[in-house]
């Protein structure tokens, strides 16, 4: 399904649809026409999905060795003569 952006048409709305919004929706379902926290009048914004910038958590954050050890990656640091040593092991 495609992930459409709305945001608010007139100023006075509430913060999700002032910020935009983005929802999934099949192709053959109409486009929204009302936010669905305030009800205030939306329209589509058409063009490439933001949701990169709209993401809360960073690229920084999400490869740190913290966050890595805990969704199981290995983080492979080279010590030299072909060695490679994980420092998310100790
Ligand atoms: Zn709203």
Do not use: H
């Given at each position: 399904?495609?992930?459409?952006?709305?945001?608010?048409?007139?100023?006075?709305?509430?913060?999700t649809c002032?910020?935009?919004?983005?929802?999934?929706?099949?192709?053959?379902?109409?486009?929204?026409?009302?936010?669905?926290d305030?009800?205030?009048?939306?329209?589509?914004?058409?063009?490439?999905?933001?949701?990169?910038?709209?993401?809360?958590?960073?690229?920084?954050?999400?490869?740190?060795?913290?966050?890595?050890?805990?969704?199981?990656?290995?983080?492979?640091?080279?010590?030299?003569?072909?060695?490679?040593?994980?420092?998310?092991?100790?």
């Amino acid at each position: 399904m495609p992930t459409y952006r709305y945001r608010a048409v007139e100023a006075g709305s509430c913060e999700t649809c002032a910020e935009g919004f983005e929802t999934l929706q099949r192709l053959s379902e109409p486009a929204l026409t009302a936010c669905p926290d305030c009800q205030g009048a939306v329209r589509r914004v058409i063009g490439k999905p933001q949701n990169l910038v709209n993401r809360r958590w960073n690229t920084k954050k999400m490869l740190s060795d913290g966050n890595l050890k805990r969704l199981g990656f290995k983080k492979l640091v080279k010590e030299g003569d072909g060695k490679y040593r994980d420092v998310l092991a100790d």
